[in-house]
């Protein structure tokens, strides 16, 4: 049995609102914020506080694994800032949507029944200037997986889909 049948079948796409006004790789370091919701229920909430972790960590894990190709030399939380604003562009984050589907018509029914959704809106900001440099949503869902796959599958696939997006754009 493979982890994406225990897990869940996700699948992960962005949107780009704003287009780059400057090269990403003109920046050495991705800083994420705190992130808010508008949504405002505890499942929500709780979404939106564990993104930035889960980000830096995906984006950490990636560079560790790919030091010829990193994504900025270094991957912080805002509360672990210590570097002035120099090569510094900001991730702000808006949770836009979240919905925990329904785990038993994953399971049963499946052909994307019952999927979960989240999308995220992310917003790139030069911590010298001030000025937005991109905006994105990222997009994940989870439409199945043993057991009917976790909700938090569909979170995960954001913070791929965020992986994905810096790969194919961050040129140093």
């Known amino acids: 049995m493979t982890a994406s049948t225990i897990i869940g079948c996700s699948s992960n796409r962005y949107v780009v609102l704003t287009p780059t006004t400057m090269r990403l790789g003109n920046y050495t370091v991705l800083e994420v914020e705190k992130f808010g ?17 889960l980000i830096v960590e995906k984006i950490r894990k990636y560079n560790l694994n790919h ?17 002035d604003s120099t090569g510094v562009v900001l991730m702000k984050g808006v949770l836009l949507s979240y919905e925990t589907g329904n785990r038993a018509k994953r399971w ?29 949503n990222f997009e994940g869902e989870l439409g199945g997986g043993f057991f009917g796959g976790g909700a938090e599958g569909a979170s995960k696939a954001v913070v791929s889909s965020i992986t994905n997006y810096l790969k194919k754009h961050y040129q140093p």
């Open 108 to 136: 049963l029914l499946g052909l994307g029944s019952g999927k979960a959704y989240c999308t995220l809106q992310c917003t790139f900001v030069d911590k010298t200037t001030g000025l937005e440099v991109l905006k994105v």
């Open 67 to 83: 030091s010829d190709a990193k994504l900025f030399s270094r991957v912080i939380l805002s509360t672990d800032s210590d570097v």
């Open 37 to 53: 919701s508008n949504l405002q229920d505890s499942d929500a909430l709780g979404v939106a506080g564990k993104m930035p972790a």
